[in-house]
């Protein structure tokens, strides 16, 4: 479907989406807004600053990590400095399930925490995004091609501001 301005298409994708159609919007506002959007944002705040708790905490519950409520209540408990630390110690009141995920968590915040200051943020981008699978994850969701292609789209945004104010 086609439409001269997309100032109300939100009506549109709300039909489509209570009917199970399937559909991919390349204009659409409120891109920021978008889930995966935030995650990633989430997720790069986290790298650049670990003691930003809110940051880490969106990033560690949205689907790069997937630790529940639970996990991150009782990592807030462990009176660590920052969450990334509490990640390398072990939770009892976990299950199996959840602590295989904070051991993840753990690796991958770990081996990107050493890159943070030698990648762009474009690089820093796709590591986070490669590292968790997280396109992988976003298209088992419902609206997953979207997702993707929101992600690519903010990718994409990344690499051109990085070259942009990159001086040689």
């Not at 809110?54 to 408990?77: A, H, K, Q």
């Not at 081996?111 to 943020?121: A, G, H, Y």
């Not at 993707?148 to 994409?156: C, Y």
Request: some cysteine; hydrophobic content about 40%.
């Amino acid at each position: 479907v086609l439409f001269r301005s997309t100032t109300e298409d939100y009506i549109y994708e709300d039909a489509l989406r209570e009917y199970g159609v399937p559909y991919y919007n390349l204009g659409g506002k409120g891109f920021f807004r978008q889930e995966e959007i935030v995650d990633l944002c989430n997720g790069i705040k986290a790298l650049s600053n670990v003691y930003d708790d809110i940051s880490m905490v969106g990033m560690l519950r949205s689907p790069m990590f997937g630790l529940s409520d639970e996990t991150i209540y009782w990592l807030l408990r462990q009176g660590e400095d920052c969450i990334l630390d509490s990640l390398k110690n072990p939770i009892h009141y976990i299950n199996g399930q959840e602590r295989e995920k904070v051991l993840n968590a753990y690796s991958v915040l770990s081996i990107l925490n050493l890159k943070v200051d030698l990648l762009s943020p474009h690089e820093l981008i796709k590591e986070l995004i490669n590292l968790t699978n997280y396109k992988e994850v976003l298209l088992l969701k419902y609206g997953g091609m979207q997702k993707q292609a929101n992600v690519n789209k903010f990718v994409e945004m990344s690499r051109y501001y990085t070259n942009l104010f990159t001086f040689a």
